[in-house]
Every structure is written in C-alpha cells, then in structure tokens.
C-alpha cells in the first residue's frame, strides 16, 4: 500500500467508510464518485484505482449477473472493531452466499437483557398496608411504609411548604431574605420590595416561570429568590457589602430629602429602589451632584 499513488491511497480509505459492516460496497465508479470523490471530472480513474487495489490484494472485485459490481475488502473484519455490526445486505446478493442463514452476534457484541419487574411496586404497596394493618414493627419498618423505596423512584420525594401547590409564603419568603441577608457568605442584601415582586411574579406563572421558552417548575424557591435578588442587583445597583466591610463599624448617613424625585430626573426609565441605604455609592455620588443642582 505504501508503493502506490496518493489517490489510490485516499481512496483505499475512503471505502472502509463506505462499505457495510462486513466491508462489503457497491463498486460501480460513479457511486464511488458520488460519495467519496464528487470533484473529479469523470469516473473513469476510479475504475483504475480499483483494479490496482484489486492487484495488491486490499480488496475483491465481483459482477453479478445484473452486471452490477460488488467491492469487498479483504481483511475489513480483522482491522475494523464495530460493535453491534449488521449483516450485510449486498453479501447476500452473491451467489455464494445467497443462502446463507444469518449469521450469530460474537459474544462480546451481545449486551445483558435488562427485566424490568412490574410487579414490584405492587408487591411494594401490599407490603406497606399490612404493616399498616399490624401496627407494630420497627422504627425502620415505619419508616419504610411512609415513602417508596429510592430503587422504586430514583429520588426522594420533594417536601413542598406553603400548601395548595404554593411552595412559600410571602412571611416566609421575608423572613428568609432577612436571615440570608445578615449571615450569608456573599452578603448580598435582599430587599423587602424584592422578595414581594418575586412572590407576585411567581404567583401569577403558577410557580413554573418561563426559562427558554417552556414553563419549567422551581425545585428549589431560596435560591430562585437569591437569583432574582442578583438580578434586581443588576437592575437597579442593589447594594452587595463586602465581608471585611461588613465587620467595620461605618456611621449610618442620614436619607437626603428628595432624593427619589432626583432619581426620576437621573434615571426615569429604571424604578426607583425601596430605600437609600440599598443604593450603590457610586449611584449616590450621582444623586448628591443631582440634589445640589436641584436646591440652586
């Protein structure tokens, strides 16, 4: 093989990904042509580069008596590794093996045949009410008849809160932010008007928000609200204290008079933030410039 011209190399190539399974193709030049080689001008050369396979041993060239020409690479099953092959179906059009039964997986291709036992949820649930019925047993016993096994459900049951397919309530919601807010690892402080959007928002879409399209439940509602706290950060420069910064006493500034008709002049299409103590410095810096214009 390492003698012969490049093409007739490439085209050795090409046809372990033309040929079948058991390395069987159809070997008429403008298929070949077709799928491999679509940029020559005519098939002619390709009939040539099959005949010097053919001559070095790599492949058997074979004509039925339609006149149709069949390809076969010699050692394609000795070289190529395919698992879950199939049988051939240009094979079986040679004579010689147009009677052949089909032939058996090899052992290494067969995979294990998996039963899915329907029964055993049943036998599960017959089992849980005559624990209920006797009354007595173990705490593990108990236990075990108050939920499925995990290898029945691959997960444990959801605890949902709240009720009526509502996972919280807004004074829960609240009472998290606040606790969130004072003792959380990133400090991002959750603001009062931002846990009651978020509630409203969730409400009116069933607690299933649209995400890509689909309407898609919320496994887990602290940290949706973390995540839509994040996003009014961005919004609208809700403020994220830095840890250090947190421990060091700082003096609390008094609330300017008027600073919110300020941030309607400075920035009318963004809403205005629940307090001033949750606004970011440099959003200040441009309310104090805004104010003292205003007073002059």
């Not at 159809?26 to 050369?45: S, W, Y």
């Not at 998996?114 to 599960?124: D, G, K, L, P, T």
């Not at 005559?130 to 108990?142: I, V």
Request: proline share 7%; net charge negative; charged share 30%.
């Amino acid at each position: 093989m390492a003698q012969q011209r490049a093409e007739v190399r490439l085209l050795a190539i090409g046809l372990l990904n033309l040929a079948d399974d058991e390395g069987y193709f159809m070997a008429h030049p403008a298929l070949i042509r077709g799928e491999l080689m679509p940029f020559l001008d005519k098939p002619g050369p390709i009939q040539q580069m099959l005949n010097e396979l053919e001559a070095i041993g790599y492949l058997s060239l074979s004509r039925l008596e339609d006149g149709r020409d069949i390809g076969h690479i010699t050692n394609f099953r000795k070289h190529q590794v395919i698992n879950k092959a199939a049988r051939s179906k240009i094979k079986v059009l040679l004579p010689e093996h147009s009677n052949t039964t089909p032939a058996t997986l090899p052992e290494d291709y067969r995979s294990p045949t998996v039963v899915i036992q329907e029964h055993s949820h049943m036998e599960w649930n017959r089992e849980r009410e005559g624990k209920g019925r006797e009354g007595s047993g173990s705490a593990a016993d108990a236990a075990s008849t108050l939920s499925p096994p995990e290898s029945l459900t691959g997960s444990k049951p959801e605890k949902k809160e709240g009720g009526a397919g509502v996972p919280v309530t807004v004074e829960e919601a609240l009472a998290y932010a606040e606790s969130y807010s004072k003792g959380n690892a990133e400090m991002l402080i959750i603001e009062d008007a931002s846990v009651r959007n978020w509630f409203d928002d969730r409400c009116s879409c069933g607690w299933q928000p649209v995400r890509s399209g689909v309407q898609v439940p919320i496994p887990d509602w602290r940290a949706d609200l973390r995540k839509w706290a994040r996003e009014d950060k961005r919004r609208n420069g809700y403020a994220t204290v830095p840890a250090a910064k947190k421990e060091k006493a700082v003096p609390v500034e008094d609330e300017p008079a008027n600073w919110w008709d300020a941030w309607a002049m400075c920035w009318p299409d963004v809403p205005v933030p629940g307090n001033w103590h949750c606004i970011a410095e440099s959003f200040k810096t441009e309310l104090r410039i805004k104010l003292e214009d205003m007073d002059r």
